[in-house]
T-cell receptor
Framework: GAVVSQHPSWVICKSGTSVKIECRSLDFQATTMFWYRQFPKQSLMLMATSNEGSKATYEQGVEKDKFLINHASLTLSTLTVTSAHPEDSSFYIC????????????FGEGSWLTVV | GDSVTQMEGPVTLSEEAFLTINCTYTATGYPSLFWYVQYPGEGLQLLLKATKADDKGSNKGFEATYRKETTSFHLEKGSVQVSDSAVYFCALMNNFNKFYFGSGTKLNVKP
């Protein structure tokens, strides 16, 4: 079946640095990818929606200059957390959809970010 | 707006007990409904889904029925195992493919 892979699965970075998380669709072309974050003991919250070749659409309250999303190809979207702070420590998960609205969405395994 | 409400946990059961985790939703249009499971240290795994009213999703002994009249999608399992211990998320996907998740219910199954 379709697989969405995230890398890295775990990352620790120092405050003030930037960290990039990749989301790849391994056996299908993902025209749309979604990024979520999950705070400890809370649910997943949608951060942004990215369409290949265009700017991401961010949900209300998500800083687009801090969470840079690039969807440069049909199989890769990246989330860059810039100038990371400890409060950015979270579980980030992506999902991907092939084709148009209504098609199946697949979730990645998620990436744990710890900022120290 | 669209939202999902599920019962708070943790839920602690003995092995072979009956499980129910309640989930209700608010949505415009005709959402699809899902249950996802998250094992410790892992990502989300789709457990089951239902795409229209009266559909029953089932997998690994779990089942849930899409009830439009009560806007519910309660998760049930007749006999839980220790290996079912995890966090369970109810979710809906609206007509724009946006997911809305409940807050999650942690299930602890004791031997």
């Amino acid at each position: 079946g379709a697989v969405v892979s995230q890398h890295p699965s775990w990352v620790i970075c120092k405050s003030g640095t930037s960290v990039k998380i990749e989301c790849r669709s391994l056996d299908f072309q993902a025209t749309t990818m979604f990024w979520y974050r999950q705070f400890p003991k809370q649910s997943l919250m949608l951060m942004a929606t990215s369409n290949e070749g265009s700017k991401a659409t961010y949900e209300q309250g998500v800083e687009k200059d801090k969470f840079l999303i690039n969807h440069a190809s049909l199989t890769l979207s990246t989330l860059t957390v810039t100038s990371a702070h400890p409060e950015d420590s979270s579980f980030y998960i992506c999902s991907a959809r092939a084709g148009s609205v209504g098609n199946t969405i697949y979730f990645g395994e998620g990436s744990w970010l710890t900022v120290v | 707006g669209d939202s999902v409400t599920q019962m708070e946990g943790p839920v602690t059961l003995s092995e072979e007990a009956f499980l129910t985790i309640n989930c209700t939703y608010t949505a415009t249009g005709y959402p699809s409904l899902f249950w996802y499971v998250q094992y410790p240290g892992e990502g989300l795994q789709l457990l089951l889904k239902a795409t229209k009213a009266d559909d029953k999703g089932s997998n690994k002994g779990f089942e849930a029925t899409y009830r439009k009249e009560t806007t519910s999608f309660h998760l049930e399992k007749g006999s839980v195992q220790v290996s079912d211990s995890a966090v369970y998320f109810c979710a809906l996907m609206n007509n724009f493919n946006k997911f809305y998740f409940g807050s999650g219910t942690k299930l602890n199954v004791k031997p």
